[in-house]
């Protein structure tokens, strides 16, 4: 079935630092894929997204490109503030069959100033 | 205005009893789900529900009883609570591919 996979966290970086965010996946269809940040205690909040091949979704500051030759949707930002720290989850959702989410498995980011 | 608004957003309870979350969304998805988030905060539909009517069952116990009573509600009914429930219950809605939007969830802590 489709999947997602997503680096294992937590990810620690000093404020102003690069982040990458890697996110595989498997489907067999043509999925559209989302990147979702859950801040601490609170819900999921859509990030950005993109639906289909080489397509780029941004928001924030983050980007990422959905590259269907490598199966990838990684997540970066160039300059990562405290405020982005985070829990951040990769998911597709297969427009053939129904538009549930299937999630990674979240990686946390803390930013340190 | 709150997108999704889910209640309560916490829920203690004792093993065997029963408990209802409720869900509302105005932004007029006719899609409506309902997921769980365990303690490693891994997520996992439940159930969807379009215009009212069952799509998505993920093999979840029968002790889990959505209700849709229109399309802007999706109520989520839990018997016989078991420890292993405890769990964040996360609402969301969606249209099409634009991706779901999410309410702020409910603690469910069964002792």
């Known amino acids: 079935g489709d999947s997602v996979t997503q680096m294992e966290g937590p990810v620690t970086l000093s404020e102003e630092a690069f982040l990458t965010i890697n996110c595989t996946y498997t489907?067999?269809?043509?999925?559209?894929l989302f990147w979702y940040v859950q801040y601490p205690g609170e819900g999921l909040q859509l990030l950005l997204k993109?639906?289909?091949?080489?397509d780029k979704g941004s928001n924030k500051g983050f980007e990422a490109t959905y590259r269907k030759e490598t199966t990838s949707f990684h997540l970066e930002k160039g300059s990562v503030q405290v405020s982005d720290s985070a829990v951040y989850f990769c998911?597709?959702?297969?427009?053939?069959?129904?538009?549930?989410?299937?999630f990674g498995t979240g990686t946390r980011l803390q930013v340190f100033p | 205005d709150t997108a999704v608004s889910q209640t309560p957003k916490y829920l203690v309870t004792q093993m065997g009893n029963d408990k209802s979350i409720k869900c509302e969304q105005n932004?007029?998805?006719?899609?409506m789900y309902w997921y769980k988030q365990d303690s490693k905060k891994f997520l996992k539909i439940m159930f969807s529900?379009?215009?009212?009517?069952?799509?998505i069952n993920e093999t979840v116990p029968n002790r889990f009883s959505p209700k849709s009573p229109d399309k802007a509600h999706l109520n989520l009914h839990i018997n016989s609570l078991e420890l292993g429930d405890s769990a964040v219950y996360f609402c969301?809605?969606?249209?099409?591919?634009?991706?779901?939007?999410f309410g702020q969830g409910t603690r469910l802590t069964v002792v």
């Open positions: 969301a809605s969606s249209r099409e591919t634009s991706g779901a939007f």
């Open positions: 489907a067999t269809g043509y999925p559209s």
């Open positions: 993109a639906t289909k091949a080489d």
């Open positions: 998911a597709l959702s297969d427009r053939a069959s129904t538009d549930k989410l299937i």
């Open positions: 932004l007029g998805h006719d899609t």
């Open positions: 529900y379009n215009n009212k009517e069952l799509i």
